[in-house]
């Protein structure tokens, strides 16, 4: 097989991402019509796009200079500049791959996009100023983002060079299910999402004004200036994706040498990669609305608190000791993380619907953890019954039924904080890092190979359902608060005492007794004809 | 004796069968029969315990010794009074239409909640202690909402969410300690009390510690600590007076007494000075803050239930003060203070009877009014101040008595000023209701039921009794469980 020589790779890299991107971004628009039920676009419409706009004229507006001719040509260079500086197809750095380091490449990025915004700024037209406006307001926002997740970066691997991070979690596989390494990933993924005008931050592609954020800024383009905005949007949004793939959530299947074929196992490896990220897009696009503009800064504000949270956490996690890899501990750590995230989101959502549904889902993780648990030979076959229990009562019938009962009381589903979501965002991510330093000097001496870092992130779980129940002065948020702390508490049991009988028939207990005591409250309430579930009303005694 | 365990097991859910079954007559004879035999075989079990010897049954799953004696004793007493209350209770509401379904429906429920709360102190490890803890939530919780109206449904409701919160950090506190015996005691053991006690000198420091401050968070919720104690006075307002008489002085007692096991691990790990620390911080504040919110009621039922919250205090402090003398007055209050509670719950329910209506301030002359219950009211008030000849007298002296000899003048002194300061709030507002001239003329004069008087007077018995002569039989009983406190091992 031959050896590519290494500036051929190199080639090869920039080359790839160029090619590629259109097409993930058809994918991604053929996709959400799909669900959407439409026809849509062909999966080659980009490249059609992109070929057509190429042979068109190009029509200037009359305020436009040479900043407004230049600017599509200086942000392309800029976005098919980033790919030298990443692990697109190899795990080594080519010629030139040293040449900027994470931040460079971020340097490299907003230097792109600044030159569209000016170049919006230049058109005269007001249309898109005010988009390259709102981008920047918001785009600052992200800032300090990317700062704390370079930060964890840093911290892990003492350099900032992507490259070495990539390295480091090949080397020891463990890094990648450390809690604080699943919150960047959380955290930059959200960066994503914004970066590349996703919902629920912008939509794509709609003529709505009040949609748009990315589109608006190139409205005056036209001809093949706006082929080549078009297409370093597609090469942005792959890059991005390329980084969150091939440096943070899965540094692997790159080449680790020049030969042809890994090569060319590295291209259609990073095509999967980008193709995954996209149905999750996809997904994500399809279930969420779009935040209205002046709640956007609440999206900021969550992925920036993760990266906090993140930082926090790697500075205390060490005294958790190096955890083997193993399955259990790998699904132990990331559902403790996940269920900590939903009840973030619990945290942040006005709609009991919304709060229900996410509590399912927490649910069905939690008993994914128990027969991951139980299949990894951690625990006997009675995990399979606490999980066949979990999805049935507290995946399913709660939820159902919690529905069920709030229809019929004509309850309203709208159950705003009493204190506003970034402050309570805030308080949940201090709680939880005060879970780590609690927790951190206790040695609990059992098999090695349990992730104890996974139990402050569930101890810090109660902590954040408590927090829900307490700025949350409705019944229904207050119960889901409840059974949210339940779910953390069997996860912080599944962590420390995986599969020891006399836990789960307490946990098994426990979830039968809480449905005896939801459904009967509840109906209680039902039999009285309540109106209005809300606890303001203990106001009356209190004294 | 086991066989008495297995007895105390069954006679209640007999009484549960016999009033799911039958019609509302015999479900209260059967209730007030049950709760009787069920206090004989207390006192049975007691005295066969009081020298140190420990029953148990069921393959080790029921065990019984002189600390959980203490305990029985008290929910057995309440059990068999609250019985004979409900008689004449119930009386008033006899000519309702759907009285029949609503009686029976109490009846069950008063039977299951006398059951959960006898098994609490029956269970032999850590697991089954908890289940019986929030079985009690479950039942009480259901009792509490028993008249249906909303202020019952929502005292319920946050009685429900916050003591189940609670009981949620306690099963955590049950894992961490689990989780720390599993290097000692392999991977898969029965957290049986002894088995735990045993072993508890090689256990992490660090893990007891966490175990011993989340029990505490957690039971202590049900215990009514400040600031876990808001779900509290609610209850204790809302529900049946009958039914507050078990809350407070046996429901409260017997999440005290899941805490008491937990204190025995951490002394056995020799933590001993760290626990008493904590049960000090949380007695004091709840003394503290009960006895200032005492001063401000204008609901009595409220008055009584804050003053369960100080008398839990009182009993943390005592355990907390660590002296042998201080921690057998603290078991001996948990006695003296279900009676005098009860007293005060069930003088206060045939008062709510008599007069239509919880507010201080609309219940003037009942001495006169209703010649045995506003007496007894007072008696039951002066009580819970801890006047001598009443029973609650004798254990807050010890109390104050040890914590002097240990010496912990701090606590000591804290304790004093503000059980004095609920006495006069308690007094004050007593006074008020029961030694003023008759308002208006259209209160009912006289008792509603005898069963009442009854109940009450049972209740007084046992007050003065206490105050006057200490049996020699609950001294020694006493005086082993202060041993179990104080070295578990043995």
């Not at chain 1, 959530?249 to 999967?272: E, F, H, K």
Request: hydrophobic share 55%; charged share 10%.
């Amino acid at each position: 097989m031959p050896v590519l020589p290494d500036w051929v790779v190199q080639v090869c890299q920039v080359l790839t991402v160029l090619m590629l991107a259109p097409l993930i971004s058809g994918v991604i628009a053929r996709g959400e019509a799909i669900v959407q039920q439409r026809t849509g676009p062909r999966l080659l419409q980009p490249y059609y796009d992109i070929a057509k706009l190429l042979r068109k004229e190009t029509v200037l507006p009359g305020p436009a200079g040479l900043l407004f001719r230049a600017a599509p040509y200086i942000s392309f260079a800029g976005y098919a500049t980033v790919p030298l500086l990443i692990p697109v197809l190899t795990n080594y750095g080519l010629p030139l791959g040293y040449m900027g380091d994470i931040l460079g490449g971020g340097l490299i990025l907003g230097g792109a996009g600044f030159a569209i915004s000016i170049a919006a700024i230049d058109s005269g037209s007001p249309y898109a100023q005010l988009g390259s406006s709102r981008l920047r307001t918001f785009g600052a926002l992200n800032e300090p983002t990317v700062i704390f997740v370079v930060f964890v970066v840093a911290l892990t691997t003492h350099t900032d060079l992507p490259y070495v991070l990539g390295a480091t979690l090949r080397a020891s596989t463990v890094e990648v299910v450390r809690p604080s390494h699943l919150l960047i990933i959380a955290a930059f993924f959200m960066l994503v999402l914004n970066e590349t005008g996703r919902i629920p931050v912008g939509s794509h592609g709609g003529t709505l004004e009040f949609g748009q954020i990315d589109e608006g800024r190139v409205a005056e383009h036209s001809g093949p200036g706006l082929a080549f905005l078009r297409w370093g949007g597609s090469v942005k949004q792959l890059v991005l994706y390329t980084i969150f793939a091939n440096v943070l959530l899965a540094p692997w299947g790159v080449a680790s040498s020049g030969r042809l074929d890994d090569v060319a196992l590295a291209i259609a490896l990073l095509a999967v990669k980008a193709l995954a990220i996209g149905v999750v897009v996809i997904v994500i696009e399809c279930s969420f609305a779009k935040l209205r503009l002046y709640k956007l800064p609440e999206f900021t504000v969550a992925s920036f608190m993760l990266a906090v949270l993140a930082v926090v956490i790697f500075l205390f996690q060490p005294g958790f000791g190096d955890l083997r890899l193993t399955v259990f501990g790998a699904a132990a750590t990331v559902t403790a993380v996940v269920v900590l995230l939903l009840e973030l989101g619990m945290l942040r959502s006005q709609d009991v619907w919304e709060q229900l549904g996410l509590y399912a889902l927490g649910s069905a993780v939690v008993a994914a953890l128990a027969i991951a648990t139980a299949a990894s030979g951690h625990g006997d076959s009675s995990l399979y019954v606490l999980a066949a229990v979990t999805i049935a009562l507290k995946a399913l019938l709660f939820p159902i039924g919690i529905r069920f009962v709030l229809r019929r009381l004509e309850a309203d589903p709208r159950v705003p904080s009493t204190i506003g979501i970034p402050s309570a965002l805030l308080i949940a991510v201090a709680l939880t890092a005060f879970a780590f330093v609690v927790i951190r000097p206790i040695h609990i001496d059992t098999v090695p190979a349990l992730p104890l870092s996974a139990l402050p992130v569930a101890v810090g779980g109660v902590l954040v359902a408590f927090l829900l129940m307490v700025l949350r002065p409705y019944a229904p948020s207050q119960l889901l608060g409840f059974l949210i702390l339940e779910n953390a508490v069997t996860v912080a049991s599944l962590v420390i005492a995986p599969g020891l009988p006399i836990i789960l028939a307490l946990l098994l207990l426990f979830d039968l007794l809480i449905g005896v005591l939801v459904f009967v409250v509840l109906v209680q309430y039902l039999a009285t004809e309540r109106t209005a579930v809300r606890t303001d009303m203990l106001d009356r005694l209190t004294g | 004796m086991s066989w008495a365990l297995i007895a105390l097991g069954v006679v209640p859910l007999v009484a549960v069968a016999a009033s799911f079954t039958c019609g509302w007559r015999l479900a209260r004879a059967a209730t007030a029969v049950a709760g009787l035999v069920s206090l004989g075989l207390a006192i049975a079990l007691a005295l066969a315990v009081e020298h140190g010897r420990t029953l148990s049954s069921a393959h080790g799953w029921v065990r019984l010794d002189s600390l959980g004696a203490v305990f029985l004793l008290a929910t057995g007493l309440l059990y068999a009074v609250a019985g004979v209350f409900s008689v004449g209770y119930l009386h008033a509401d006899e000519q309702a239409g759907d009285f029949g379904r609503f009686a029976r429906r109490y009846f069950v429920l008063l039977n299951l909640f006398g059951w959960s709360m006898l098994l609490v102190p029956l269970a032999s490890d850590f697991g089954t202690l908890w289940v019986t803890v929030e079985l009690t939530t479950v039942i009480s919780a259901l009792l509490v909402a028993t008249d249906r109206t909303d202020a019952a449904l929502e005292a319920s409701w946050k009685y429900v969410l916050i003591a189940s919160s609670g009981l949620g950090i306690a099963l955590l506190s049950i894992i961490v300690l689990y989780a720390t015996g599993t290097h000692a005691l392999g991977d898969a053991y029965l957290p049986r009390f002894v088995r735990l006690i045993a072993h508890a000198h090689g256990f992490s420091i660090d893990a007891v510690r966490l175990a011993f401050v989340l029990a505490v968070v957690g039971f202590g919720t049900k215990v009514g600590f400040v600031p876990m104690h808001t779900w509290l006075p609610d209850a204790h307002s809302e529900a049946p007076a009958p039914v507050s008489a078990l809350l407070s002085g046996s429901l409260l007692a017997g999440a005290f007494y899941a805490i008491l096991r937990f204190f025995q691990v951490a002394v056995a790990a020799g933590e001993r000075s760290f626990a008493e620390h904590v049960l000090i911080v949380f007695g004091v504040v709840s003394l503290v803050v009960a006895s200032l919110f005492v001063l401000r009621q204008s609901n009595y039922k409220r008055l009584l239930a804050y003053s369960s919250i100080e008398h839990m205090g009182v009993i943390a402090l005592g355990i907390g003060f660590g002296a042998p003398l201080a921690v057998a007055g603290a078991l001996l209050h948990v006695i003296t203070h279900a009676s005098a509670k009860g007293l005060a719950f069930f003088g206060a329910g045939s008062l709510l009877r008599g007069y239509d209506t919880k507010e201080i301030a609309e219940v003037t002359g009942a001495g006169t009014a209703m010649p045995w219950t506003g007496p007894m009211f007072l008696a039951a008030a002066l009580a819970l101040c801890g006047l001598p000849l009443s029973g609650v007298f004798r254990s807050e002296f010890q109390i104050v008595c040890g914590g002097f000899a240990e010496p912990q003048y701090v606590g000591v002194t804290l304790l004093i000023v503000f059980v004095n300061l609920a006495f006069f709030g308690i007094l004050w507002h007593a006074g008020r209701m029961v030694l003023t001239p008759v308002a208006g003329g259209d209160v009912a004069r006289g008792e509603v039921s005898a069963w009442l008087v009854a109940g009450m007077l049972g209740c007084l018995f046992v007050v003065i009794a206490l105050g006057v002569h200490l049996p020699g039989d609950l001294t020694a009983l006493i005086t082993n469980a202060g041993h179990r406190l104080a070295a578990p091992a043995r």
